[in-house]
């Protein structure tokens, strides 16, 4: 057996890599966001459902797309190398966007009239190619971050850094175009045009990054990370009554070649170690996930208040004054649109002077992205609040003056959610991958996007939950609704998750 893991990788001819030696050209996943920002008026205008029934289909989409982020992760690590596998699931997303735009095209496979549901032949087709799409994204946001970093010296934190940050960047200058370019074309030349556009962007990017592949260094899988850590648990589980000296546990420790180790915490998987199968990587590797698995955990809750940026949110900017001009009307997916400059103009300046600044105090520390977490949490409930306030001053104004308040209005929660995202969501992908243990980097990275699948279920659960307790949430649209009571919840409980994440950040 082997007992050393030791971070290894190899060029496309099986020969030995040098860390450093090329860096991965960063894809922004354009086409994705293009599609679920503006989903809900798609599922509503175009294929009829109601208001809360788009809006779940459209957090079940996004959440199932981050959730497979872990098989995605799985696969990557334990079968494939990350290049393989980013090219299997990029494929396959391509495969579902195919179908989505033939639909689009032939009107028998899209409702008939203003109200008639679609058939089932219809929903059928619908369904196949958006769960393609999902499946396909989850493989892709799982290995192509990790990929990237793979060809880097991890040595270099700086470096690790730059690359998250960058990385980070190509997402929100994706964005942008999805949200400007995409959902004009959505608004005024139609889905059909969009869903062309976006087969060819993403055909186009599946074929650059496979030119890349004489430049690549690739990391060889090393079988099943799920696999060992289960083994460890049943061999410690198995051992539970026997003693295990403090000698044995440093020998152990030194024994260790994976130096990301908490070698401090869960000290009832040393007794693992009494399994001669077992060796001490095995062990550090184990106990380095489990200590990932709070922090991950602790911003589930910041992930269900982002998902009603592409659900509720845009149906309250259907129903505001969307009127830039006479001749010019803001659709509301486009209100994103200041957040992200705003977002990519921060990354950039961070990464061309703020560096110089915080190298000194060793900004890029476990430490600083902890903190980075913690203010993306706290940003959040700002939101929420601010969001609830907005909302009773919408219905206020429509009720008893009949006017409908600028759309801009919503531009408070946009701004705060999309810096939360970048503060949280960044940190997470840098800070997992960071601590991971080298043979579970992609699985390890996956755990921020399988965060954000998990909060927007949970936002499913809530709005089902508070429209069968409550009806709050029971009107044809949000005019009907009582949206306000609805973020003041969000609010209050990413409050107490604020607190539960700060009391797991200080024991890491």
């Known amino acids: 057996m082997q007992n050393e893991r030791e971070e290894k990788f190899e060029d496309w001819r099986g020969n030995e890599a040098i860390p450093g030696k090329h860096v991965v050209e960063m894809m922004e996943n354009m086409v994705f966001l293009a599609c679920s920002t503006n989903f809900v008026t798609y599922f509503t205008k175009s294929w009829h459902y109601s208001s809360a029934k788009a809006s779940n289909m459209v957090t079940n989409f996004t959440g199932t797309s981050f959730l ?33 735009t033939i639909q689009a095209h032939v009107t028998k496979l899209q409702p008939h009239g203003d109200n008639t549901p679609p058939s089932t032949l219809q929903s059928l087709v619908l369904f196949t190619g958006l769960y393609a799409v999902a499946t396909g994204v989850g493989g892709v946001k799982a290995s192509l971050p990790a990929h990237g970093g793979d060809q880097l010296d991890s040595r270099k934190q700086g470096l690790i850094s730059g690359f998250f940050n960058w990385y980070f960047f190509s997402i929100c200058f994706g964005g942008v175009l999805a949200v400007t370019i995409m959902v004009w074309i959505e608004e005024n030349k139609g889905w059909s045009s969009s869903f062309d556009i976006s087969t060819v962007i993403l055909a186009s990017a599946l074929f650059i990054f496979t030119v890349g592949f004489p430049l690549y260094r690739f990391k060889r899988p090393t079988g099943s990370p799920l696999t060992r850590i289960v083994n460890v648990f049943v061999s410690a589980a198995r051992n539970r009554n026997r003693f295990v000296t403090d000698a044995e546990i440093t020998q152990n420790h030194n024994n260790s070649t994976d130096k990301s180790i908490h070698h401090n915490k869960f000290k009832f998987l040393n007794k693992a170690r009494l399994n001669n199968n ?20 602790s911003t589930i809750v910041m992930n269900c208040c982002l998902a009603q940026l592409s659900t509720y949110s845009i149906q309250q900017g259907m129903l505001m004054n969307k009127k830039l001009s006479k001749s010019f009307q803001v659709p509301p997916a486009s209100l994103n649109t200041i957040a992200l400059l705003f977002m990519l103009s921060s990354i950039a300046f961070y990464e061309l002077f703020g560096k110089r600044i915080s190298s000194s105090n060793n900004e890029t520390s476990s430490s600083f992205n ?81 965060s954000t699948a998990l909060g927007f279920f949970l936002s499913t659960v809530l709005v089902d939950v508070i429209k069968a307790v409550t009806g709050w949430l029971d009107g044809k649209d949000v005019n009907g609704s009582r949206l306000e009571l609805f973020y003041a919840v969000l609010c209050v409980l990413n409050t107490l998750n604020l607190f539960n994440y700060i009391f797991w950040a200080k024991r890491y």
């Open 278 to 297: 077992i060796s001490a990587t095995e062990v550090e590797e184990t106990r380095t996930f489990l200590a990932l698995l709070p922090i991950f955990a």
């Open 370 to 450: 902890l903190k980075r977490i913690g203010a993306g949490l706290a940003l959040t409930s700002l939101s929420m609040a601010i969001a609830a306030i907005v909302e009773s001053k919408r219905k206020h104004e429509l009720v008893h003056n009949n006017i409908k308040i600028s759309v801009f209005w919503l531009e408070f929660q946009y701004v705060l959610l999309s810096f939360s995202d970048m503060l949280t969501l960044g940190g997470m992908l840098e800070f997992f991958y960071r601590e991971s243990p080298a043979s579970m980097k992609s699985i390890s990275t996956a755990l921020g996007w399988f």
């Open 68 to 100: 497979l982020t872990i098989f995605g992760g799985f696969i990557a690590d334990s079968f494939l190398t990350r290049f393989t596998a980013f090219i299997i699931f990029c494929s396959i997303e391509l495969l579902g966007l195919i179908l989505l």
